[in-house]
Each structure stands twice: as structure tokens, then as C-alpha cells.
């Protein structure tokens, strides 16, 4: 048998969000043999979920013609019998779902996941928010092996990617996504180039070897995110609340609760942008002090200036305007 090319390798590819489209796209563009595509089923939207959105991968699947599977349970006997029908080389993983092992451990050359970070680091739903949320300064993907356990297989590849010090989400998420579509392209034809027999790193070896022990490097897990989780406490010190909000924007995005001193209703506030003063402050936690056009608000150590919020029922905008429209600023306080 000769040498095995692109075109012999059938791949099946797996993922639902904007993310995954970029690894769909690059091996498609690239000329590999994705068969088929395996997504969400649509979801409902609008006011009374009357109307189904597609997934972003299928919409991209159906543009360049793939056939789209969307099962509702992945160990479903009749989409198992399917996926089977495509007698798939490889599995490629992009943000999608748990897989059962009938569906992981069916291709001859296995199913590997691209994920959001240096595993085993930030293992988990959430990988590039709380990368920021925890202050790195690098984070990066990884191509592995699914295997029983969620994001614990063996590794194959790691790309790194380095988070300055004012990036949010949007930032972070666009660089991985490229960075991923990469690292999936090079993880593929080392599978071809190699017959599918390749080196791999456990990720206990990792966490095992000299380097790690002599650190004492801690593990970081990046649990998904919920509306109680992105509440900002404003009794921490100013850098981790900023490395909160840059953490959680522009999706979930952190909120606080704006409260006045005359009886009103308190109304939730997002909060999209902050930026460090290194200004010392005495104030309670959660005081806010108007300066021209400016917003500040007391941390534990530090006023925090918000550059950008949105207000409960209303669009997202810069400080600037907010306070144009809200005159009472100084006799409130977040909570």
C-alpha cells in the first residue's frame, strides 16, 4: 500500500458554535475528506421559541454541501447506525458535547478534541474565561484523544497564546479559534503522515514530572459559567475585579446591582469595561464617586473607573452618556 494523502483519510467532524466554524472551514478549504458533520439539533429563539436557529456549523455544512446530522441523544441507535454508514478514519472535536464511548472509540484513528487551553490546565466548559478571570498572561489550545473523562486524554499537540494585560473574551476567543483551526490542520496530517501511530503525553505525566512538583503548580479547572457566578464582589481588590469583568465580556458579562439611597428599586447593572486607577481608597466597598465624567467605584484597596455598562432594559454604552442620563450617580452604591 502506498503512502496514505488527504483524500484517504474520511474524516467526521463534531461542533456547534462560531468557534468550530473556523477548524470546519480550514479543512474543508485545505482539501481533507470531511464526510460528514454531526452538531446540535436547532434551537428555538424569539419571544415564544417559535422560530429554530440553526447552529453555526450547519449553516456553514449545508453552504458547502456536507450532510448534517443533529441527534438529540448521542447514543441514539439509529444515529450510531448513521455515523457508522460514513465509516469515519478520525473524529475531529470542536466545542461540542460529551461523547459516549460507541461514538469516541468508533473511528479506526480515534476522535480528537481541539481545546481552549494548555491542558491540563483549565479543564472544562468555560477554558478562555477563566484563563482571563485568573489573570494569566498566556493561555493557548489543545489537540487530545478523547477518552471516559472529560478533557483528560492524551495530548498530542499545544500551540500557545499570549493574553495582554487589557484583552477580554472577544480578544482571546478570536486568537484560540484561529490558533485551534491550526492546531487541527498540523494534528490531522501528523495522523496522516503517521498512519495514525503518534506520540502522545498522558496528562498525568505532565502533572507528574519535575518541573510541575518543583512549582507545586496548581490545577485550575474552568467550570461553565452562571448568571450567580458572574456577580461581581466588590470587596476584592481592584485588579481581580477588573480581571472579572474583562473575564465575563462581552458574553456572560459581569453585573452588579445599582442601589440609590432614596427608596427606589434597585436595578441590575452590567458592567463591560473597567480600567485600573492606582488610587488608593477608604470608602466602603461599592461606593461610587463621580468625577466630570467620570465613574469610579470603591474595591477593597483601590477606586475602579467603569468605562463601559448597560443598565437594566437599555443598550450597553460608555460612562459618558450613562451619566448624562442618570444625574444621582453619587448617591448610589453597587452591591
Known amino acids: 500500500m502506498g503512502k496514505m494523502t488527504k483524500n484517504d483519510l474520511k474524516i467526521v467532524f463534531m461542533g456547534t458554535p462560531e468557534f468550530a466554524v473556523a477548524t470546519l472551514r480550514a479543512l474543508v478549504e485545505g482539501g481533507y ?115 471516559h473523562d472529560i478533557d483528560t486524554g492524551q495530548i498530542i499537540l499545544q500551540k500557545r497564546f499570549p493574553i495582554p494585560d487589557d484583552a477580554d473574551v472577544e480578544y482571546v476567543y478570536d486568537g484560540l479559534m484561529n490558533l485551534g483551526a491550526e492546531i487541527a490542520l498540523e494534528t490531522v496530517d501528523l495522523l496522516i503522515e503517521n498512519d495514525g501511530k503518534i506520540n502522545t503525553i498522558s496528562q498525568e505525566e505532565i502533572l507528574s514530572s519535575s518541573q510541575c512538583s518543583m512549582f507545586n503548580v496548581q490545577l485550575k479547572s474552568a467550570p461553565k459559567l452562571f ?46 469595561k473597567t480600567q ?27 477606586w475602579l473607573e467603569i468605562l463601559e455598562l448597560q443598565l437594566a432594559g437599555k443598550k450597553r454604552m460608555s460612562v459618558r452618556d450613562f451619566l448624562n442620563g442618570f444625574k444621582n450617580c453619587n448617591n448610589c452604591h453597587l452591591e
Not at 97 to 106: A, N, Y
Not at 276 to 283: F, G, H, L, M, Y
Open 33 to 147: 475528506n470531511v464526510v460528514a458533520v454531526v452538531t446540535q439539533p436547532d434551537k428555538p429563539v424569539g419571544r415564544h421559541g417559535s422560530v429554530l436557529r440553526a447552529p453555526a456549523v450547519k449553516e456553514y455544512a449545508l453552504s458547502v454541501g456536507l450532510p448534517v446530522l443533529q441527534p438529540e441523544k448521542m447514543k441514539d441507535a439509529d444515529f450510531v447506525e448513521q455515523l457508522r454508514g460514513y465509516h469515519a478514519d478520525l473524529q475531529v472535536v470542536v466545542a461540542f458535547r460529551m461523547l459516549p464511548e460507541i461514538v469516541w472509540s468508533m473511528p479506526r484513528f480515534g476522535t480528537f478534541n481541539v481545546h481552549a487551553a494548555l491542558l491540563p490546565q483549565y479543564r472544562g466548559a468555560a477554558p478562555i474565561n477563566w484563563a482571563i478571570i485568573n489573570g494569566e498572561t498566556e493561555t493557548g489550545v489543545t489537540t487530545f484523544f478523547l477518552d
Open 276 to 302: 485600573k486607577t492606582n488610587r488608593p481608597c477608604t470608602a466602603s466597598a461599592g461606593t461610587l464617586l463621580v468625577e466630570k465624567s467620570q465613574l469610579f467605584v470603591a474595591t477593597a484597596d483601590e
Open 227 to 272: 448568571k450567580e457566578t458572574c456577580r461581581i464582589n466588590w470587596n476584592q481588590s481592584a485588579k481581580n475585579i477588573y480581571n472579572y469583568v474583562r473575564g465575563l465580556s462581552p458574553v456572560p458579562v459581569a453585573w452588579t446591582t445599582l442601589v440609590s439611597e432614596q427608596p427606589a428599586v434597585p436595578l441590575d447593572l452590567k458592567i463591560y
